[in-house]
């Protein structure tokens, strides 16, 4: 027997969670069988561009599902502004009083937030926070979460792995199991901010990643910019778009793992898509519970006829590369069902040899695509007249434009699969929705009085108990009694209830009478008082309600934000470089730097073909070599972790960095709170400071991370104003961290698990075309190049494709309350690193005297971008992003 009590053959099922981006697609999702869906309100939700909930109607939607036992998850997962921080708190306050059953959230800091105003309110980590290890599941335990959504990245042995590790804490786990995929790590993507300054981190994002690039390769000059470039030829122009996440074969494996949810993306979806996805993983679910599951062919053509990309087992199950990515298109596939062999010019008349049993009908969406003419280009269009089938080969129909013989032939939409969709939401199949269980016990007295109560089972660990005295009372039996047997037939009628009567406990002897009818009407009053009860379960006590409103007012008391910091540095300002090789290290090292913050490359044996750590010393070797060098030029020495640290990377560097602390190593820089817990583990004496990963978008966020953070560097997405306004209420709050801010660099876009130099080089690390591509980089449709790295782990990051440079705005950085000047020279090389270190030195030192003027902004700004790459940019500084 399994700890639930359930044969093995018979496993608990996790959570089945839908997306709900419009209340038709809420009422859809409950039709067809969610336990639990996640929305969002109009605003603080990663999904800005989604039709969302308006305040009433969050209220309804929550009454309508908690009312057919199906949950309720509202996002709150985007980053926050300090404007937007009392609004967010009234925001949570309003969504616990409303019964929410838990918010997801993407900022620590309004994590904090939440336990400090509504400690009663669930919190689920959202895959925004970019949880992928386990050290950060066992820090958003800390934290008060309830559940983490893991990055998508991860594979299925890894979540096990890590569940194992974090079970003592009661943590859920949550994956996602259907529905598009981002191409980077959710919560590090700034693509579309850099970009157009739509941040997915705002729910902005305008999804670059489903557009064209070309790839590029050359040569670099002496400062690491790109010469003699020349395309190299890929399989497919959509080289970041991936395929659609399908786990449907694979969902025994997930059953038997200790995943408590599967999350089915799609809040852009319509109605339809979300009835027949849910639907298809709730009767998968099911027959696996029953212990007789198999993969039905026909619902995995319903999946793909609802939307696809090409299906693809994701990261979780080993997919990668050619399996993973859908680089010849980024929209929707449907079912190839033939190529065309001919038409008839005349009539319009084309015949398609089938590839299989589907054949199209009046009404369905086909597209054709391969080999039209350039002109013509692929199309598609509603087929209006009925096919003729010949031969069960071929099939006929008439088209209004040419197709070339060999173009392949899609079904995009189904009007047979929209009906059932409509059939689904309308008319729920028997058994397709969630009922709820209801245990009733009756007692009938000597004098036929009846009392009756129950209790309601909505949810795992849940119980609701209803209590309900009819007005009906038993009289004695003139000729034939109702009978225990007549008297339960009636009791568990629930008809088109969300309930099942799951138990009756049934105190009667059987000798008196009562109407059918008032028997009848006896079950529906008692039904009415269970839902009642059921829905007042999911509300907070009123008392808890005034408390938490008392806590909001306090936390809000002294909001106030100083116009002006009083923190600026001048010539006591910190300068610190990012380094990833020796020579760079060595370069600035004495041009004027007052750290060095160095991320030596780490092979692992996971996917990596050796090709970006070929020749290299060891990590502990990089970083002794790295130390002597800043000790010799008296300079702080920091070691800079990557911005992805995965449970096998932690487990190959943190033994070293144990015996390099005893050698003298005390910093250390890190982008995500599971990194920070991992060394405190095992050092708890190192000094860690946190890196742009980190998100730091508000105040609360930095005083909720400081301690244990020593610094804090800002998020690249802020202005300087929102930096200045950050820094003085952090001040004021007690926040003791030095803030940073990259100046200068190659801005990071995006990071993936993605390795882009496998199209080059097909991971062979001896290829001819990959071994000397000194630069690799993507070209949009406006001939803008980003360029992009990949580390030990076959992991790539992509820059932006233009060079921040902020060098002419050093006294506003430093009068925002900056005390750290940040140079990113990772990817570049030691002529760039101490050039950039000298001009920076220079700026420093001239805006400590109070005389940096517009003429030494323009000189300071024209020598930086001599050594820039792609032009300059001040990002986000200067305007912030777009709301």
């Known amino acids: 027997m399994t700890e639930s009590g359930k044969n093995p053959e018979k496993p608990a099922l996790p959570e089945l969670l839908a997306p709900a981006g419009s209340p038709e697609a809420l009422r859809a999702a409950v039709a067809a069988g969610a336990d639990a869906v996640y929305l969002s309100g109009k605003k603080f939700g990663a999904r800005k561009f989604a039709a969302n909930f308006s305040d009433s109607e969050i209220e309804v939607g929550i009454r309508y599902a908690h009312s057919r036992g199906v949950r309720v998850y509202?996002?709150?997962?985007?980053?926050?502004h300090d404007r937007e921080l009392k609004g967010v708190a009234e925001y949570l306050l309003w969504?616990?009083?409303?019964?929410?059953?838990?918010?997801?959230?993407?900022?620590?800091?309004?994590?904090?937030?939440?336990?400090?105003?509504?400690?009663?309110?669930?919190?689920?980590?959202?895959?925004?926070?970019?949880?992928?290890?386990?050290?950060?599941?066992?820090?958003?335990?800390?934290?008060?979460?309830?559940?983490?959504?893991?990055?998508?990245?991860?594979?299925?042995?890894?979540?096990?792995?890590?569940?194992?590790?974090?079970?003592?804490?009661?943590?859920?786990?949550e994956v996602f199991a259907h529905g598009a995929l981002c191409y980077s790590y959710s919560g590090q993507c700034l693509l579309s901010s850099v970009i157009g300054g739509r941040s997915g981190n705002r729910g902005m994002c305008a999804?670059?990643?489903?557009?064209?690039?070309?790839?590029?390769?050359?040569?670099t000059d002496a400062y690491g910019r790109p010469e003699h470039l020349r395309d190299v030829k890929t399989a497919g122009s959509y080289l970041l778009s991936p395929k659609d996440l399908c786990t449907y074969r694979n969902l025994p494996d997930l059953v038997r793992s200790p995943v408590v949810s599967l999350k089915i993306e799609g809040r852009m979806k319509s109605p339809e898509y979300v009835a027949i996805v849910v639907s298809t993983y709730r009767k998968a679910l099911d027959a696996i519970a029953a212990g007789d599951w198999k993969p039905d062919p026909g619902a995995e053509r319903d999946l793909l006829l609802a939307f696809n990309r090409g299906f693809t087992r994701g990261y979780l199950f080993g997919d990668r590369h050619g399996s993973l990515?859908?680089?010849?298109?980024?929209?929707?596939?449907?079912?190839?069902?033939?190529?065309?062999?001919?038409?008839?010019?005349?009539?319009?008349t084309v015949t398609v040899r089938l590839a299989g049993s589907l054949v199209p009908a009046a009404g369905d969406g086909l597209f054709f695509f391969g080999l039209s003419s350039r002109e013509e280009g692929d199309w598609g269009f509603q087929l209006n007249n009925a096919p003729v089938v010949k031969d069960k080969t071929t099939v006929t129909f008439v088209i209004l434009r040419p197709a070339a013989p060999g173009s392949q032939v899609f079904i995009t939409s189904s009007r047979e699969l929209e009906a059932r969709a409509r059939q689904i939401i309308a008319r729920p199949e028997p058994g397709s929705g969630r009922r709820i269980p209801v245990d009733i016990r009756i007692r009938v007295d000597a004098d036929g009085h009846i009392a009756m109560a129950g209790s309601i089972v909505p949810g795992p660990g849940k119980r609701v108990d209803v209590a309900y005295t009819p007005?009906?009372?038993?009289?004695?039996?003139?000729?034939?009694p109702l009978s225990r047997e007549q008297f339960e037939?009636?009791?568990?009628?629930?008809?088109?209830?969300?309930?099942?009567?799951?138990?009756?406990?049934?105190?009667?002897?059987?000798?008196?009478?009562?109407?059918?009818?008032?028997?009848?009407?006896?079950?529906?009053?008692?039904?009415?008082?269970?839902?009642?009860?059921?829905?007042?379960?999911?509300?907070?006590?009123?008392?808890?309600?005034?408390?938490?409103?008392?806590?909001?007012?306090?936390?809000?008391?002294?909001?106030?934000?100083?116009?002006?910091?009083?923190?600026?540095?001048?010539?006591?300002?910190?300068?610190?470089?990012?380094?990833?090789?020796?020579?760079?290290?060595?370069?600035?090292?004495?041009?004027?730097?007052?750290?060095?913050?160095?991320?030596?490359?780490?092979?692992?044996?996971?996917?990596?073909?050796?090709?970006?750590?070929?020749?290299?010393?060891?990590?502990?070797?990089?970083?002794?070599?790295?130390?002597?060098?800043?000790?010799?030029?008296?300079?702080?020495f920091i070691l800079k972790f990557p911005r992805i640290t995965r449970d096998d990377f932690l487990a190959v560097v943190l033994p070293d960095i144990a015996l390099l602390h005893k050698d003298g190593l005390a910093d250390c820089l890190v982008e995500n709170p599971g990194t920070e817990h991992a060394i405190r583990t095992h050092i708890p004496l190192m000094n860690i400071s946190g890196g742009a990963g980190l998100n730091i978008f508000n105040h609360r966020t930095a005083c909720h991370l400081c301690p244990p953070f020593r610094s804090l560097t800002l998020s690249p997405e802020l202005s300087g104003d929102e930096c200045r306004v950050l820094i003085a209420a952090a001040r004021g709050g007690g926040c003791t961290a030095i803030f940073s801010l990259i100046v200068q660099g190659i801005g990071e876009a995006m990071i993936t698990e993605d390795c882009l130099r496998e199209p080059v080089q097909h991971c062979r690390p001896d290829t001819k075309t990959g071994s000397d591509c000194a630069f690799l980089g993507l070209r949009d449709g406006t001939g803008r190049i980003f360029p992009f790295r990949t580390d030990g782990a076959c992991r790539t990051t992509i820059g932006n494709a233009v060079e921040t440079c902020l060098v002419d705005r050093i006294p506003a950085i430093l009068e925002a309350g900056i005390s750290d000047v940040v140079i990113d020279a990772r990817g570049r090389t030691a002529a760039y690193a101490g050039g950039m270190v000298r001009i920076y030195r220079e700026a420093l030192d001239r805006a400590g005297t109070g005389k940096f003027s517009k003429e030494?902004?323009?000189?300071?700004?024209?020598?930086?971008?001599?050594?820039?790459?792609?032009?300059?940019?001040?990002?986000?500084f200067l305007r912030g992003l777009k709301e």
């Not at 449907?334 to 001919?342: D, E, L, Q, Y």
């Not at 059987?510 to 009415?528: C, Q, T, Y």
């Not at 030494?856 to 986000?876: E, M, N, P, Q, V």
């Open 471 to 480: 007005d009906l009372t038993l009289v004695p039996a003139r000729s034939h």
């Open 489 to 636: 037939a009636q009791v568990r009628k629930s008809g088109d209830t969300p309930f099942a009567v799951r138990d009756i406990s049934l105190d009667y002897d059987g000798i008196l009478f009562a109407p059918v009818g008032g028997l009848n009407r006896m079950r529906r009053e008692f039904i009415a008082r269970a839902q009642e009860a059921l829905l007042a379960s999911s509300v907070p006590p009123g008392t808890e309600i005034v408390q938490a409103r008392d806590r909001l007012a306090a936390a809000f008391r002294d909001s106030g934000i100083p116009r002006k910091n009083d923190y600026s540095a001048g010539l006591s300002a910190g300068f610190t470089l990012y380094a990833d090789s020796l020579e760079a290290v060595a370069a600035a090292a004495g041009a004027g730097c007052t750290a060095i913050c160095f991320e030596p490359a780490v092979a692992l044996p996971r996917h990596t073909c050796g090709a970006a750590t070929a020749g290299l010393p060891s990590f502990r070797d990089q970083v002794t070599q790295a130390m002597a060098v800043c000790r010799d030029a008296g300079i702080r």
């Open 325 to 348: 990515m859908s680089r010849e298109a980024p929209d929707n596939r449907g079912i190839c069902i033939g190529t065309v062999t001919g038409q008839d010019r005349k009539s319009g």
């Open 207 to 219: 999804q670059p990643c489903r557009k064209p690039y070309s790839l590029v390769a050359g040569t």
């Open 74 to 80: 509202v996002t709150v997962n985007t980053l926050i």
């Open 856 to 876: 030494d902004a323009s000189l300071f700004r024209d020598r930086a971008k001599a050594l820039s790459y792609g032009g300059i940019t001040a990002g986000h």
């Open 95 to 173: 969504l616990y009083a409303a019964g929410v059953d838990a918010v997801l959230v993407q900022d620590a800091g309004i994590a904090a937030l939440a336990r400090e105003i509504v400690p009663g309110l669930p919190l689920h980590a959202s895959t925004q926070m970019t949880v992928h290890n386990t050290t950060g599941v066992l820090w958003a335990a800390k934290q008060g979460f309830s559940r983490v959504v893991l990055s998508r990245e991860l594979s299925f042995a890894e979540i096990r792995t890590i569940a194992e590790k974090t079970r003592h804490t009661g943590i859920g786990l």
